[in-house]
């Protein structure tokens, strides 16, 4: 009696099912560090407390105007901050060979990668959900439904997905976790000239510009609108169609990243 082997699974299902159980390694790598994933979860709390609480009143004018503007943008700089931790996670990996023995295995391409991006991209679920509570506690809400607060949190979540390809591409670049320290100061600059913390009519009218063209500004953006109701306005046509730019933008920086990430990993001893 002979038997018949089973066909391979599409290489589609392969990298979905491979990436779901590598993202599994990085998260009981979380929960062996409980304290390292606490720290994580902590800083953008501080951030909306500090901004929220603190600095509302002498930036609005009234703490209670300014956590309507602020929260959203808190949620989108959320989106930005600890790309870091991927990207020194991604180069620890490749520095101590973990990556070549990953390499060695019959792994659907970019299985590993994505397996990071999905595990990180959970992170941040639960860190939008800390800053929630955080705005919520400082007298924050939303005014426009469940539905269009589903999809604001919808569009963050996007972001973050192309803002890690990014981040798992210059980890794979940057030779060691030693520059991915020098690289990582580049997130403060990329926060602050957008619309994130300030209105951008209070800028020059060329920084203002530059600012609404700045994809962490399209989400926020367009996150204060779904949250609230209120339609986006600015300056530029950017921000004006915010919404739009805020599901082009990851998109861009996915079909981007995501190719030259899985190049980079495939070439990374060469």
Known sequence: ???????????????????????????????????????????????????????????????????????????????????????????????????????????????????????DLLTSAVELAAVSLAGLALGWHWENGVLPALLAYALLLWLRFGVLWAGVWAGLTAGSPETVTAVQILVWPVAFCSTVFIDPTTMPAWLGAAAEANPLSATASAARALFSGTPADGATLLADHAVIFAVAAPLLLTLVFAPLSIRAYRHLDR
Do not use: K, N
């Open 1 to 119: 009696m002979t038997t018949t082997a089973a066909p391979p699974a599409p290489v589609r299902t392969r990298l979905w099912r491979e990436a779901a159980v590598l993202a599994g390694r990085t998260l009981r790598h979380w929960r062996a560090r409980p304290a390292a994933l606490a720290v994580h979860l902590l800083f953008p709390v501080l951030v909306m407390l500090m901004m929220g609480g603190l600095l509302g009143g002498a930036i609005a004018g009234s703490a209670a105007d300014y956590i309507v503007f602020v929260v959203p943008g808190v949620l989108a700089f959320t989106m930005l901050s600890g790309l870091e931790t991927t990207m020194t996670a991604v180069a620890t990996d490749a520095a101590r060979t973990v990556t070549d023995r990953f390499r060695s295995l019959p792994l659907a391409p970019g299985s590993v990668l994505l397996g990071r991006v999905l595990a």
